[in-house]
């Protein structure tokens, strides 16, 4: 049973950093491109960052954060990762890894990458850890 399991979040100052983790399990975690997606309070999910393949290994962000987060992975782990520096309160949400098959390897091209892509064409989600940004 595929699993994704995110840690790391907690209460930061603005200008702080924090790094998330998301620890996969029951799927071929090297075989799939992911994403990190967030979700404010009384908002909608947003996707954040993406990342294909390690054997692409292209990347991707949100104009939002661009220059500030950092999307990595290590397939030996199964695990994803994402390094948030120079937070804002804005930046204060759930935030959740997600699996995606259908942008993995070359078929990154043909989309351009997850970022334009419904939510729903998600292949597995992890529960989620809240990152709160505040004085």
């Known amino acids: 049973q595929a699993q994704l399991v995110e840690s790391g979040g907690g209460l930061v100052q603005p200008g702080g950093s924090l790094r998330l983790s998301c620890a996969a399990s029951?799927?071929?975690?090297?075989?799939?491109?992911m994403s990190w997606v967030r979700q404010a309070p009384g908002k909608g999910r947003e996707w954040v960052s993406g990342?294909?393949?390690?054997?692409?290994?292209?990347?991707s962000y949100a104009d939002s954060v661009q220059g500030r987060f950092t999307i990595s992975r290590d397939d030996a782990k199964n695990t994803l990762y994402l390094q948030m520096n120079s937070l804002k309160p804005e930046d204060t949400a759930v935030y959740y890894c997600?699996?995606?098959?259908?942008?993995?390897?070359?078929?990154?091209?043909?989309?351009?990458?997850?970022?334009?892509?419904?939510?729903?064409?998600?292949?597995?989600w992890g529960q989620g850890t809240q990152v709160t940004v505040s004085s």
């Open positions: 990342i294909n393949t390690a054997g692409d290994g292209r990347r």
């Open positions: 997600a699996a995606i098959r259908l942008v993995a390897g070359p078929q990154w091209d043909r989309f351009g990458g997850p970022r334009h892509l419904s939510l729903s064409e998600y292949d597995y």
């Open positions: 029951g799927f071929t975690f090297s075989t799939y491109a």
